[in-house]
């Protein structure tokens, strides 16, 4: 087996450098885990995962004394990629053998954003709000068998199957 992870912390070293009416944040992490496990001399198991996503995030934040009005937006923009994958290798006979694969993927893509604006004077305030995101989902199978009838010569054949949902934007 073998499993890593990292994420970055430039949003948590920045922070105390910013203003508390402008605060910026941006961090991304990743994790990979993998696993490999052999039954006995003719099956082996392959497990796979990764996840990783990516942030970004402002806030803004204003005072007009003028019209006595508090003003904060807030933002976010969001994307990752998710994989599960496992792989059957069969080895059916010293000169044929199979691989078999199932594997799902998910991509995302979130961008929301919230608006408050308060009217002191008037005891009132105005909000707005909004959220885009948009995806790929994919679910695959896919059986391969390798034949080797003679050192020289390679037959492959197989089959697969994959089924793609895009969603290009939902507001």
């Given amino acids: 087996f073998n499993i890593s992870a990292r994420r970055t912390y430039l949003d948590l070293l920045a922070k105390p450098f910013m203003s508390k009416d402008d605060q910026y944040g941006y961090f991304f992490y990743d994790l990979n885990a993998k696993l490999n496990h052999r039954i006995n001399d003719r099956h082996r198991l392959f497990l796979s995962f990764y996840a990783g996503r990516d942030n970004l995030e402002t806030e803004f934040r204003e005072h007009v004394n003028q019209v ?39 991509y995302r893509f979130v961008v929301s954003s919230k608006s408050t604006e308060y009217l002191a004077s008037k005891d009132e305030s105005n909000r707005y709000s909004s959220r885009y995101h948009s995806g790929i989902t994919d679910w695959a199978y896919q059986t391969d068998l390798d034949y080797y009838p003679h050192p020289d010569h390679h037959v492959k054949s197989g089959v697969g199957y994959l089924y793609h949902r895009f969603n290009p934007e939902v507001l």
Avoid: C, E, H
């Fill in 68 to 106: 006595n009005t508090d003003y904060r937006d807030k933002s976010k923009m969001q994307w990752g990629n998710l994989l599960i994958a496992g792989r059957w290798n069969f080895n059916i006979s010293p000169r044929l053998f199979s691989n078999t694969t199932v594997a799902y993927t998910d």
